[in-house]
């Protein structure tokens, strides 16, 4: 069966500075992909980030990032430069690709960031 | 309609009560999803459906079910409503491509008592 976890139920930062947000997942299959989802307390979820199973790179987007670590089945999202508006719930999320679109989420990690 | 609409917004329901829960989508994505959110528990899926006439149970489908008949619509029903049901229910969808992200609706705040 496939999980995630992610360890951390809160977090804090100071403004300006990167902090890691951990997530591990466990499955058997050899491709999948891994998503990042920010929520804020108006309640919407965004996406951040993707990381698919064969990709070489560590994905980026802005200052987003994704420390993608197969052998140790983690994809650790990294925020550099931390603002206020960072201030969220994080979600891990991992689809399975034999599974068709099942796409799991773990608990979430909340984010706060100190001016 | 923009994106995916979720109806109704928020609902108070009598334990025991059917309830069905309204999820379009606008973008003819093929796959479509309900998951619960509950405090320290993040989103768990109850089912999905990776494309019109199929479905899926998730993680936690027990008093729950779906049906898809079109690409548009996936509603959730709850046949007989128990307090443990309260949350907050999230439906999305995303595209035919296996790496594209989900779209997730504004959610539906459902009461049980």
């Known amino acids: 069966a496939q999980k995630i976890t992610q360890t951390q139920p809160g977090m804090f930062v100071q403004e300006k500075e990167a902090v890691t947000l951990d997530c591990t997942y466990d499955t058997s299959d050899q491709s999948y992909g891994l998503f990042w989802y920010k929520q804020p307390s108006s309640g919407e979820m965004i996406f951040l980030i993707y990381?698919?199973?064969?990709?070489?790179q560590n994905a980026t987007e802005g200052r987003y990032s994704l420390n993608f670590q197969k052998a140790r089945k983690s994809a650790n999202l990294v925020i550099s430069a931390s603002q206020l508006g960072d201030s969220a719930m994080y979600f891990c999320?991992?689809?399975?690709?034999?599974?068709?679109?099942?796409?799991?989420f773990g608990a979430g990690t909340r984010l706060f960031v100190k001016a | 309609i923009a994106g995916i609409t979720q109806a109704p917004t928020s609902q108070i329901l009598a334990a025991g009560r059917r309830m069905t829960l309204r999820c379009t989508q606008d973008m003819r994505h093929n796959a479509m999803y309900w998951y619960r959110q509950d405090l320290g528990l993040g989103l768990r899926l109850i089912h999905y459906?990776?494309?019109?006439?199929?479905?899926g149970k998730g993680e936690v489908p027990d008093g729950y079910s779906v049906s898809r008949a079109n690409t548009d619509d996936f509603p959730l029903t709850l046949a007989s409503a128990v307090p443990s049901q309260t949350s907050v229910y999230f439906c999305?969808?995303?595209?035919?491509?296996?790496?594209?992200?989900?779209?997730f609706g504004q959610g539906t705040r459902l009461t049980v008592v």
């Open positions: 999305a969808s995303s595209d035919t491509d296996r790496n594209t992200e989900a779209f």
């Open positions: 990381q698919g199973s064969y990709d070489e």
């Open positions: 459906s990776n494309t019109a006439g199929t479905t």
């Open positions: 999320a991992m689809r399975v690709f034999p599974g068709g679109f099942k796409t799991i």
